[in-house]
């Protein structure tokens, strides 16, 4: 909708702002459209420092921590390069971390064979502690109510807490956070822990129990 | 959207009359609902029933950011400096020791610092700020330049302000009077604090005004 020259001399307020009623504004302020104005130059460079010289004499830290939003949300190239790199670098170096682990288990082989116990000592429904096969590897051995020997580290698989066997129930028990383990295979059956008990190989020659291997297990 | 860079804010404390409904009109802004950004300060209460609204003044190099240890305070491309970011600001403080013109507050019980933002929502689609809105005498006016000259004719605006040896030019307006406008390069804010009247060059008669002959001769 034109306006005429004489209807605009007649708002009073045109002596205010000559163009308040130039079409696309319609009031004393509040609706004008953004481009009706000159646009200033580049206005995402405005952050000037206290003492007025140029950005490239500021301290580095001046840059790394822009006041305005613009040059604070900007990443650079280079910057995201920086993190891809870095990243991916870092993803890979445990990748490598891992494989020599795995290669240095496989190179130390079986631990030796070692008796720890005597059959006669555990009669069924009994328990015994003993390490294996270094000196600070706690295990346990129980003997079922059936006569059957099984042996486990007694390291809880969720935090590391000793386990503590309930052979009447035929579990062993986290106190630490309520897990509990089927004391004839290992497995979790309630509480936090996901993984299995290694289970200790072992082998019964006579009267003599001896542990032969370490099962590390996963599920 | 950002501020139009044709509108500007304008305060003219000596209009102020002290109503509070600016500070009302803040309060309902749903974006801190029961919380006055502005502030209506008392210059000196015993002697004088004269108010003055406060308002962020939006500095071109804010001394709240510059202080920032938590780098929370942004300000827009427009220059509208921003309230601080919620994920980022440690509510400690600083900012609030810092500004000049004691426009930011910390609130503990929400950890956060939350300033005069001119009314960022409605300023950044071209309405005017609630409190410009609601102000009866329009201490609080945003407008053109044109506007404030034709509403104005006495008062010239001024946006250059001297605290001690810090100048800080804004983009809030205050409007000063003409003639002394085009004098004073700057609004000195903290002159009115000083107990002794700045230092004059006094020249008294003495004794010895005069030049002896005879003073440099020795005997």
């Known amino acids: ?219 | 959207m950002a501020k139009p860079d044709y509108l500007h804010f304008f305060i003219d404390p000596s209009r102020c009359i002290g109503c509070q409904a600016c500070v009302h009109a803040c309060t309902e802004c749903d974006t801190h609902r029961g919380d006055a950004m502005i502030h209506l300060e008392y210059v000196d209460r015993g002697q004088s029933q004269q108010t003055v609204p406060v308002v962020c003044m939006h500095c071109e190099q804010p001394t709240c950011a510059e202080v920032c240890p938590a780098d929370a305070i942004k300000r827009s491309a427009d220059g509208v400096v921003q309230s601080a970011l919620q994920p980022r600001c440690i509510a400690c403080g600083n900012c609030v020791l810092a500004c000049p013109f004691g426009v930011p507050e910390v609130y503990l019980e929400r950890q956060i610092m939350m300033k005069c933002d001119m009314c960022y929502d409605r300023t950044s689609i071209g309405k005017r700020p609630m409190c410009a809105t609601v102000c009866p005498s329009q201490a609080l006016f945003f407008g053109t330049r044109e506007q404030i000259d034709q509403l104005r004719p006495q008062s010239a605006p001024a946006n250059r302000f001297q605290f001690g040896a810090q100048t800080i030019t804004t983009r809030v307006f205050t409007m000063v009077p003409r003639r002394l406008a085009s004098a004073v390069p700057f609004v000195d804010v903290t002159a009115a604090m000083n107990e002794e009247p700045p230092p004059r060059e006094i020249r008294l008669k003495t004794v010895a005004a005069e030049w002896d002959p005879y003073a440099d001769i020795e005997v």
């Not at chain 1, 920086?82 to 990243?87: E, G, I, N, Q, S």
């Not at chain 1, 996901?194 to 072992?202: F, G, S, T, V, W």
Request: hydrophobic fraction near 35%.
């Open chain 1, 1 to 219: 909708m034109r306006i005429s020259k004489s209807e605009m001399a007649q708002d009073p307020r045109s002596a205010i702002d000559p163009q308040i009623n130039t079409p696309g504004r319609e009031g004393l302020t509040g609706t004008a459209p953004v481009n009706l104005y000159a646009r200033p130059p580049n206005r995402e460079q405005v952050t000037i420092a206290p003492d007025g010289k140029p950005m490239e004499m500021q301290p580095p830290w001046r840059r790394d921590f822009p006041i305005d939003a613009l040059q604070d949300q900007y990443v650079e190239r280079r910057d995201f390069m920086k993190f891809l790199v870095l990243t991916s670098g870092a993803f890979t170096t445990g990748q490598l971390w891992l494989a020599v682990q795995n290669w240095w288990r496989r190179r130390r082989g079986r631990p030796e064979t070692r008796r720890i116990a005597s059959v006669a000592e555990l009669p069924p429904g009994e328990a015994q502690l003993f390490a294996y096969p270094g000196e600070h590897d706690a295990c346990i051995v129980a003997r079922l109510p059936d006569g059957e020997l099984v042996a486990y580290r007694q390291k809880c698989t969720h935090l590391s807490c000793a386990v503590i066997p309930r052979i009447e129930d035929g579990t062993l028990h986290c106190p630490c956070h309520e897990g509990v383990f089927d004391l004839r295979t290992g497995r979790p059956l309630a509480g936090p822990p996901r993984r299995p008990l290694p289970r200790i190989a072992l082998d019964v020659r006579g009267d003599d129990v001896f542990a032969t291997d370490v099962e590390w297990r996963t599920s």
